[in-house]
């Protein structure tokens, strides 16, 4: 039981998640924003950029369109050193195999998995939602 409590915990120091939101709506819809904040994120095309990885949601950034949301992540990916176990989990995204094929020279393509989330978590985010899963080193 020791050794089991021991893995759990080190894995969960050691794991990490981060997202990007293709839209404000779900977030002013969940009540997390308001509307005229929705309202002039979307005007400016902000995307939210998350960090989910302490088990609350806390904004990582704010970048101004999908592809530089999408090279945020990767951002944060090359940021970490030594990663593994990387997965990127998306609602829906129809970029997420440029996106893979744009992260592969940090992890090559055969190594990553590609998982779509859920109904639960995938109403939170909206669609579009992208996002990596990975431990660190």
Known sequence: MDEIVALVENLASRTRIFATLDTLENLKKGGRIGGAKAMLGTMLQF???????????????????????????????????????????HGDAPDVEEFATLISDIVPRDQIRINQLGAVIGTHGGPRVLGVTYLVQ
Do not use: M
Request: hydrophobic share 35%.
């Open 47 to 89: 995307k939210p950029c998350l960090d989910l990885s302490s088990g609350e949601v806390v904004e990582a950034g704010r970048q101004r369109t999908r592809k530089k949301s999408l090279i945020w992540l990767k951002e944060v990916l090359e940021s970490e050193g030594e990663i593994s176990e990387l997965s990127i989990i």
